[in-house]
């Protein structure tokens, strides 16, 4: 049983305004415009005592952006190994221990480049799966792992191909479902993999462009997926050796409406539904008669995330999120577990991990200002036995809380936001500042996914430096409904960037921060909408932070990864379709590098060479064109990484060069760069130096 996510949700981007976009105005506009911005601040040491925060204070970065201490905790199908991610010479591998001999740890994987971030027990109990690309590039090999020996198997050793896990058994041990593109880039093939000779056996050849399987619990092959060049989806299940179409999703709810899986006895379909409705409610099709039941709803949010008995396969409980998660029971069974978890920690309750006999739950709370700790849950005895907090340094730092918030755009819609503030700004602690204080308003990306409450990194480094920090669902976000995610259709730079300008005038009308100090950050759409703010706003922001992000979306739809072919409709038809002179014209008017002479501020871009969504070729291209023009850009590249960062060295190594390149704008506090920090990085410094303060 897998949660309903949206497939292209880790694209990250996000803009808007009303009307297209004008071209680039005339020299002397340009001119005009530069000078109207004021000279940047100099990089301050601290900030005065009533917004700032005391040096010694100063949360170290490699407590937020390190690696944690231990994170990702599971348990074995029969309840007898505890396994989690841990460093091992400073990279991430998966560890195990028998329950109760946590003294008796030890690590089962030996990974020395890159962290692992993804694994799972097979049904075995003596094997564990994770998986693994190459310094970014997104080709993912699955990896098998003998518990007893270590010894390391690629399952899928095909170059230049990505693998996913889709589907494993309880009642097949040995069996694994996945998708490989390996005979066709654009085309994911169903195998059936045996875990332990790895030889494996097509299931179905992708010769129609299908988009993702769903199997029933004996691993049969039941139900495929297909988009339409309108974005609407097609519900397949398979004729022989054809397919045969038994629903069409229209595009307003294809991706609010969606198969879960199978429910118990393989007659009857869990799907999010939102025809006939706004938000998505949890609902039950019986398949012969078509029936449908709606389990859950909710007013405000689509149904999410799911928990699913391990071997019987009924959902017990949904998650419901607006501003915080709200889990609603469907069964009584667990009514008493959730009821006495919710107490544990307060927080938030994530069920990670159960035995197959249920007796035994890994359960983690969190909360904005704890990043995460974990409990064996004692089912019988209803008793929680703590394991490991994910980074204890962190229960001795200044950490500061999120607050909710919901802010109008100037057409209705409501923004459900996220704002932080420094500890010296909020005194009396209710989530208002007691003085405007420098912001950051960080963006998300996807567009299609969204903020939530809990705890943020970035969120708890900038407000720790004495930023505000604000974080936007603008529309096109997802979780909202589908009215919520709609509005947000062919308004990239427009209506999507109104919300994040309206969400400005908030912040600035409630007194969170002084209207010209806002800098505008964030990765991949986030990215995208910084490059927006500063090319097509650019006297609204003091500066921006680019992180990933696509300057023109010509070129970004043209450079996509094939495995997202099947997908392309649904860009055309959420961004704007390239074949057609319309299409063409609103994706260049949208595209930050067509307005490049019209930045006035200044910007720090970050890259990585890897990158198979945003290509390097996009950070470079607005660098270039801002050099032409004499306008002032930092440009740091990371030759290991791809869609982000995921060594710590280089997350460190990157937030020290945005924290001083902030400080130098806005005039927050930063801790200096050590060399040594630099060093343990792969960091390449390509553009700017001056617009980094505090380099060695």
Not at 63 to 85: C, H, M, Y
Not at 153 to 167: C, E, M, N, S
Not at 340 to 350: H, P, R, S
Not at 389 to 396: A, F, G, M, T
């Amino acid at each position: 049983m897998k949660t309903h996510a949206l497939l292209l949700a880790p694209l990250l981007l996000a803009c808007g305004g009303g009307k297209p976009a004008a071209p680039a105005g005339p020299a002397a506009d340009e001119a005009a415009t530069r000078a109207a911005s004021p000279p940047p601040t100099p990089a301050a040491p601290e900030l005065p005592p009533a917004t700032g925060t005391p040096k010694e204070d100063l949360i170290p970065r490699s407590v937020l952006f390190g690696n944690p201490e231990r994170a990702a905790v599971q348990i074995s199908p029969d309840g007898k190994t505890l396994s989690w991610l841990a460093p091992k010479d400073g990279v991430l591998n998966v560890w195990v221990a028998p329950v109760g001999k946590l003294d008796q740890a030890r690590a089962v994987t030996s990974d020395t480049k890159r962290p692992i971030r993804r694994y799972r027990w097979a049904y075995t109990g003596k094997h564990i799966l994770y998986l693994q690309d190459a310094a970014g590039d997104e080709n993912f090999h699955i990896f098998r792992v003998d518990v007893a020996d270590g010894k390391t198997t690629d399952l899928t050793p095909y170059p230049k191909a990505r693998a996913g896990i889709v589907d494993l058994s309880d009642q097949q041990p040995t069996t694994l479902i996945v998708q490989i593109n390996d005979r066709n880039p654009e085309a994911m093939d169903l195998y059936k993999v045996d875990l332990l000779t790895g030889a494996r056996e097509l299931l179905v050849q992708n010769n129609e462009e299908l988009v993702d399987y769903t199997l029933d619990h004996k691993l049969r092959v039941r139900l495929a997926t297909k988009k339409l060049p309108d974005g609407a989806t097609q519900l397949l299940e398979p004729d022989g050796k054809a397919w045969k179409l038994i629903d069409t999703i229209p595009f307003e709810d294809a991706e609010t409406t969606g198969v879960l899986g199978f429910a118990p006895g393989d007659e009857a379909l869990y799907l999010t539904e939102s025809r006939g409705r706004d938000t998505a409610a949890l609902v039950k099709l019986e398949l012969k008669t078509k029936q449908r039941t709606v389990l859950a709803e909710d007013v405000k949010a689509d149904a999410g995330d799911v928990i699913v008995h391990p071997t019987k396969h009924n959902l017990q409980a949904v998650a419901f999120e607006y501003e915080r998660v709200r889990w609603q029971v469907l069964d009584k069974a667990i009514e008493k577990d959730l009821a006495a978890l919710a107490k544990l920690d307060g927080g938030e309750v994530q069920i990670t991990a159960r035995t197959l006999d249920d007796k035994t739950w890994v359960v983690a709370t969190s909360s904005e200002q704890r990043p995460g700790r974990y409990y064996l849950w004692d089912r019988g005895k209803q008793r929680a036995t703590f394991l490991f907090s994910v980074r204890p340094e962190l229960d001795r730092q200044p950490l500061v809380k999120m607050w909710p918030v919901q802010i109008k755009a100037r057409d209705g819609l409501v923004l459900v936001s996220y704002l932080s503030l420094p500890a010296a700004a909020d005194p009396d602690g209710d989530g208002r500042a007691s003085a405007p204080v420098p912001m950051v308003l960080w963006v998300h990306g996807g567009p299609w996914s969204r903020d939530s409450w809990g705890f943020d990194s970035v969120h708890q480094l900038l407000a720790n430096r004495g930023y505000a920090v604000l974080s936007v669902n603008y529309r096109g976000s997802t979780g909202f409904g589908k009215k919520f995610l709609n509005a947000g259709n062919l308004e990239w730079s427009k209506r999507m960037h109104d919300d994040l300008l309206d969400a400005v005038d908030w912040a600035v009308k409630s007194g969170a921060a002084p209207r010209d100090k806002i800098c505008i950050a964030g990765g991949s759409y986030g990215g995208y909408a910084t490059l927006v703010g500063v090319a097509m706003t650019p006297t609204v922001f003091r500066c921006g932070v680019d992180i990933v992000g696509p300057s023109s979306l010509l070129t970004l739809l043209a450079s996509i990864p094939p495995y997202w072919a099947p997908n392309v409709a649904v860009f055309h038809s959420r961004m704007g379709n390239p074949g057609t002179p319309e299409g063409k014209a609103l994706l260049e008017a949208a595209s930050p590098l067509t307005h490049a002479a019209k930045i006035a501020r200044p910007l720090l871009i970050a890259q990585g060479a890897n990158d198979p969504r945003v290509k390097q070729a996009e950070s470079e291209q607005i660098v270039a064109a801002m050099k032409r023009h004499g306008l002032p850009v930092s440009y740091v590249l990371f030759p290991d990484e791809g869609h982000g960062f995921a060594r710590p060295e280089n997350s460190i190594a990157f937030f020290a060069t945005m924290e001083a390149f902030l400080s130098a704008h806005l005039g927050g506090v930063y801790l200096p760069i050590a060399k040594a920090e630099l060093d343990a990085s792969s960091m390449q410094l390509k553009e700017g130096r001056r617009g980094i303060p505090g380099l060695p």
